[in-house]
């Protein structure tokens, strides 16, 4: 009995997060109740109250579950440094297109969750992932660095900025339709190509010896 009674209680959560992901996304956190979010969940209020005290909590429960599930279908480290970040932006890209809590909570962490004081956690998790994005993408360059797949001299920080910023605009090409992975996936490794190769992604001493 312990066990059903665990297993409905976190069928009640994901209900309730599910819930909370779409009237999130249409009308923000400011303007989004308790109630809204039980009608969507199809629950009661006190269900909602039973599990979390206010909405902020259900914000931050819906994403923290996001980053959870991410974490268990991230994909694993390739030999090769371009061939991983490769993968984990084609792994993004879909977890964008495809309908479900990924696609709901990125697009309502950047463009439906308002900047003010109430909002203050949910927009330091944005930004704590931000940064961790960052850093593993200087993290991989560095191993491609190691590894003799880009030249010793590459400005690591401004390369992760060019892929970072890149992979960011790549996002429009998501919207509705078919979304184009091939065409995705060729800029990507074009980006990469030209990190090994283009002598502008090089420390100052390279740019003056390549002009000489």
Wanted: net charge positive; charged share 25%.
């Amino acid at each position: 009995m312990a066990r059903k009674t665990k297993e409905e209680s976190q069928k009640t959560r994901d209900a309730i997060l599910d819930g909370a992901e779409r009237v999130f996304l249409r009308q923000g956190v400011a303007n989004a109740t308790m109630a809204q979010i039980a009608d969507a969940a199809g629950v009661s209020r006190g269900a909602v109250y039973g599990h979390y005290d206010n909405k902020m909590e259900v914000c931050r429960a819906m994403v923290d579950r996001v980053f959870e599930l991410d974490a268990l279908r991230f994909p694993a480290e390739r030999a090769s440094a371009g061939e991983t970040l490769v993968a984990v932006g084609m792994y993004y890209l879909r977890q964008f297109h495809e309908p479900g809590p990924a696609q709901r909570v990125t697009e309502f962490l950047y463009h439906k969750c308002e900047r003010n004081q109430e909002n203050r956690g949910i927009l330091r998790r944005r930004e704590l992932m931000d940064r961790a994005s960052m850093h593993y993408v200087r993290r991989q360059l560095r191993r491609a660095v190691a590894q003799g797949e880009l030249p010793q001299d590459i400005e690591v920080g401004i390369a992760a900025e060019f892929l970072v910023r890149l992979f960011e605009g790549m996002y429009g090409m998501m919207d509705g339709g078919k979304a184009p992975f091939a065409a995705c996936e060729r800029i990507l490794r074009a980006a990469w190509q030209s990190l090994a190769t283009v002598a502008a992604w090089r420390g100052e001493g390279s740019h003056s010896s390549a002009s000489t």
